[in-house]
């Protein structure tokens, strides 16, 4: 199956580009997220240039961030690069779990491969399994009580789109899947 950013950007524009005044928008060689201001009229989603994972990966945190978070650049959060301390990338695991879990939501809907992202190839080593097991964990809350509704809005339109008539299958997100 053919996974273009193209796709991704089109589906986006499609569930929130008029509610939301949400644009999704690649090419970019690092990931952000800028509200509306004076230059631009709508607020955009910035993937890493073409990348698929990227794109899916930033609308989960546009999807995990309440209003007043998606009025600041990259939703106020806090962010320090590859490179972490122990210290850091326990900071870091925190604010990725509903991110993580609703991208894997979405590369489910969509027929692609997933996996957790320590995003920290250079900082101390640590121990991934206790935050694999938290993403998870979030999956199967996901599950049992309901998906967020504006992730819930992007699974089913990558449901509809990659995968007609296929639905989430629980078994499918599991440890032995990262």
Known sequence: ????????????AGCFAAQ????????AAEPIYLPADAQESMHRIVFTRDYYRSALHEIAHWCVAGEARRQLVDFGY??????????????????????QALEWLFCEAA???????????SGEATDSTPFKLRVIEQVQHYL??????????????LLEYYRPGAALDSQAFCIDHL
């Open 1 to 12: 199956m053919k996974h273009d950013c193209q796709d991704l950007i089109r589906l986006f």
């Open 20 to 27: 939301y005044n949400t644009r999704l928008v690649g090419g």
């Open 78 to 99: 806090w962010y320090a690069p590859d490179g972490r301390s122990s210290a850091q990338q326990g900071a870091f695991e925190q604010v990725e779990v509903k991110p």
């Open 111 to 121: 027929g692609h491969s997933f996996r957790v992202s320590l995003d920290n190839l």
């Open 144 to 157: 049992d009580n309901g998906i967020p509704q504006r992730a819930a809005a992007f699974v089913d339109a």
